[in-house]
């Protein structure tokens, strides 16, 4: 049986791992909150869409009966310690007794780098507290239930042609003269939404063993500040002639005030106290984690990919 659940299948990355799935011959299952999320994926071949409120734990179970691994790809980058709490630790506690109660022999979720079970409570962002925590949450499970193989995948930020990363970075420089920038010395280590796909999709294909947590760091070749990546996203995109604009780095305390006024800000914000704090730790590969190679993909540059996207 190859039936899988994916939450989180409408978002960034979820719509690459679907066409993967596809690809690889999976029958795919997508929850989602609003049916007009899901328009880029509905067409795939095998894949139904279903409106759910995922946070509902007996509607959730009953959803994901008959499917034999599950991906979970929903998270926030915004909000409050509670929201935190509900969308990072306590779905993922629920999809966890999903899985036991239906028999699914794999669960594959999507964390962040920078995240561990031993940092739940000393990461420095909510953000990353709460991503530890939902890693502490999967560590238990996996260790009391023979039968569910839990794989934990670290990635840090990713890029690709429907990014909300370097695609923002060019278009406040074909707006703005100069680029006041937060965080400009954090650094971090982009990987392609494609290789993170295609990792998902070769976990999966792993011989079974029930019963432990492996996890894996997704990240690219290229270790690189965050001024770096602006500047390159303005240069590829053309902007200031082509050269990029100038970054001013902006110290901490200049930096939270930016971000507090963005908050206030209707819609999702560019960039939060939150998002600050996740900046404190550099989001690069611990030495000796397993990764891409592993997985045997080569991972792509930023560069060379980005320019496919940002010159258009
Ligand atoms: N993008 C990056 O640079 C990056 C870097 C590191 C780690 N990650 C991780 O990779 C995973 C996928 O990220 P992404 O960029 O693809 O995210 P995304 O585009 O923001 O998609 C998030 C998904 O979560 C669902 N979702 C959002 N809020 C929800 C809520 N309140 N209740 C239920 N579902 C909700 C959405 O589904 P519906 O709207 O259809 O309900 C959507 O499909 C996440 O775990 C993220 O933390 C991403």
Redesign the pocket.
């Known amino acids: 049986m190859k039936n899988i659940f994916v ?8 719509a690459h791992v679907c066409e993967q799935l596809v690809r690889a011959g999976w029958q795919i299952t ?5 049916r007009v ?2 328009q880029a994926i509905q067409h795939l071949p095998g894949l139904t869409v279903l409106e759910l409120d ?2 509902d734990e007996a509607a959730l179970t009953h959803a994901m009966a008959g499917h034999s691994a599950v991906i ?6 915004h909000g409050d310690a509670a ?1 935190f709490a ?2 990072h630790v306590h ?1 993922v506690e629920k999809i966890a007794r999903a899985c036991l109660a239906n028999g699914v022999a794999q669960l594959v979720h ?4 920078g995240a561990d079970s031993a940092r739940m409570t000393t990461a420095p962002s909510y953000y990353l507290r709460s ?1 530890s925590a939902a890693e502490a949450v999967l560590v238990q499970v996996a260790s009391a239930s023979d039968p569910l193989r839990v794989s934990l995948l ?6 690709g042609a429907n ?3 370097m695609n923002v970075f060019a278009k406040l420089q074909a707006v703005f003269p100069f680029i006041p920038l937060a965080g400009a010395d954090a650094r971090f280590q982009p990987v392609w ?1 494609c290789d ?1 796909a295609q990792a998902i999709v070769r976990v999966l294909a792993l011989p079974p063993g029930g019963g432990s947590v492996h996890t894996w760091e997704l990240v690219g070749p290229d270790v690189m500040r965050l001024r770096d990546l602006v500047h390159i996203a303005g240069v590829l995109s053309g902007a200031g002639a082509g050269k990029g604009r100038p970054i001013f780095g902006l110290p901490m305390w200049a930096a939270r005030i930016q971000a507090f006024f963005m908050e206030l800000a209707p819609g999702a914000p560019l960039m939060s106290r939150d998002n600050l704090d996740s900046m404190l730790v550099d989001n690069v590969a611990t030495v000796g984690m397993p990764g891409l190679a592993q997985l045997g993909i080569t991972a792509a540059a930023i560069e060379p990919v980005a320019r496919g996207y940002l010159s258009r």
């Open positions: 939450l989180g299948g409408t978002g960034f990355v979820g997508v929850p989602t909150r609003r999320n899901a995922v946070h979970n790809l929903v998270a926030i980058l929201t509900k969308i779905l999507v964390s962040a780098l991503k670290r990635p840090s930020v990713i890029f990014d909300q990363f939404v993170v």
